[in-house]
């Protein structure tokens, strides 16, 4: 019933930026971390981006130093700056919060997807 709403994606030209931001809903809490995934058409999802409550990012090889994720623990958002996209970023970008439910453990929250596309 809960999920996260995600927005920011669009068509870019190669080289070109994009940010996609997130917002967990207020009643959602201790969220210990927030990120970023992404599928393209016949692969797997795969991690892109990571960060959680503590600042601490970790970033998939194939985005280092181009994408940035930045969270803000207040208002339950994180935001991914990405630059000089390349085409084999074109995806379906989804973002993800890990919530400590206690007994039960950590569960996932997931947006509806939004669509990269890296394109001249």
């Known amino acids: 019933q809960v999920q996260l709403v995600e927005s920011g994606g669009g068509l870019v030209q190669p080289g070109g930026s994009l940010t996609l931001s997130c917002a967990a809903p207020?009643?959602?809490?201790?969220?210990?971390?927030m990120g970023w995934y992404r599928q393209a058409p016949g692969k797997q999802r795969e991690l892109v981006a990571s960060?959680?409550?503590?600042?601490?990012?970790n970033y998939a090889d194939s985005v280092k130093d181009r994408f940035t994720i930045s969270r803000d623990n207040a208002k339950n958002t994180v935001s991914l700056r990405m630059n000089s996209l390349k085409p084999e970023d074109t995806a379906v970008y989804y973002c993800?919060?890990?919530?400590?439910?206690?007994?039960?453990?950590?569960?996932?929250?997931w947006g509806q997807g939004t669509q990269v596309t890296v394109s001249s």
């Open positions: 960060i959680t409550s503590g600042l601490s990012t």
């Open positions: 207020g009643s959602i809490r201790s969220i210990v971390a």
């Open positions: 993800n919060a890990k919530h400590f439910r206690g007994i039960i453990g950590i569960v996932d929250y």
